[in-house]
C-alpha cells in the first residue's frame, strides 16, 4: 500500500509539473515502459490543453488525471488487498496505461471542442467524461468520448445541432446522442453478445431504439445507430427488419 501511496505522489507531481527528475524516479519505481507511457501523456496533454480552450481547463485536466489515477490505485487497493480466503486477482493497476487512455480521450475532447464547442449540449456530454474518468468509470468514460469522436466524423456531413438532448412524443422522450437536421443518431459503445445473455435486457434495448425511430420520423428524421463494437448477425438481422440504419 505504501508503494502505491507512494507512486500516486510520484504521478500528481509529474502531471502537474512534468519535471524530468519526476520522470526518472518514476523509471525507477515502476519501469521504464510505464514512465515512457507517462512521458507520451505529458506531451499529448500539453498539445490538449492549447486545443481544448475553456472547455476543460488545465486545471480540470490535472484534477481529471490526479482523481483517476488515484481512483485507480484505490480499486487495485480493495480488490487486492482482501482477506486470504478470497483469491487474489492477476493484475494490479497500471499507471502508464491509465495515463495512455486518458491521452487519446483528452485529445477527442480537444478536437470536439474546436468544432462542436458551441453546440447545445457539448459541456454537459463533457462534464459526463471528466464525472466518470475522475471516478475510474473507464466504460462510461468511453461512452463519453465515443460520443463526442462520432459527433465530430457527423459533422464533416451535415452539421450537429445538438449533443445528448431530449425529444419526444406522447408516450414519453427519449434522449438523442447526436441531432443534425436530418437525423437522430444513437451512439453504443457495448459489445452485442451481452444481449444474448438477457432476454430481458435485449427486449429493453429494442423497445427504446423503436421508440426512438419512432420519435425521429414524427419529427421527419432518419434514425440510425453507430457503434464502436461490431454487431452480432441477429442484431443485424433485427436492426435491418425495423429498417434502422447502423
Known amino acids: 500500500m505504501k508503494k502505491n501511496i507512494f507512486l500516486l505522489t510520484i504521478l500528481s507531481s509529474l502531471f502537474i509539473s512534468f519535471e524530468s527528475s519526476a520522470m526518472r524516479i518514476l523509471a525507477v519505481k515502476t519501469g521504464g515502459n510505464a514512465a515512457s507511457q507517462l512521458a507520451m501523456f505529458s506531451a499529448g496533454a500539453k ?53 495512455q487512455a486518458l491521452h487519446k480521450e483528452l485529445i477527442i ?71 443534425t437536421r436530418t437525423r437522430n443518431i444513437e451512439c453504443k459503445t457495448v459489445y452485442w453478445q451481452q444481449y444474448s445473455f438477457s432476454e430481458k435486457q435485449m427486449k429493453k434495448a429494442r423497445q427504446a431504439f423503436i421508440h426512438q425511430k419512432k420519435i425521429s420520423t414524427d419529427n421527419a428524421k432518419k434514425f440510425e445507430i453507430h457503434s464502436e463494437k461490431p454487431f452480432t448477425e441477429p442484431w443485424k438481422t433485427w436492426l435491418n427488419q425495423q429498417n434502422i440504419k447502423y
Open 47 to 99: 498539445k490538449a490543453r492549447t486545443q481544448i480552450g475553456n472547455s476543460t481547463t488545465e486545471e480540470r485536466i490535472k484534477r481529471i488525471v490526479k482523481n483517476s489515477i488515484k481512483k485507480s490505485i484505490e480499486h487495485t487497493q480493495q480488490n487486492y488487498y482482501r482477506p486470504k480466503k478470497h483469491p487474489k486477482p492477476t493484475t494490479k493497476v497500471n499507471a502508464g496505461q491509465v495515463g
Open 109 to 179: 475532447v480537444g478536437n470536439a471542442q474546436q468544432l462542436l464547442g458551441h453546440v447545445e449540449g457539448f459541456e454537459k456530454t463533457v462534464e459526463s467524461f471528466e464525472k466518470a474518468a475522475e471516478t475510474a468509470s473507464w466504460a462510461q468514460a468511453r461512452g463519453a468520448s465515443f460520443e463526442l469522436e462520432t459527433a465530430i466524423k457527423v459533422e464533416q456531413e451535415e452539421e450537429v445541432i445538438g449533443l445528448g438532448l431530449h425529444q419526444g412524443d406522447v408516450s414519453g422522450s427519449r434522449e438523442m446522442d447526436i441531432i
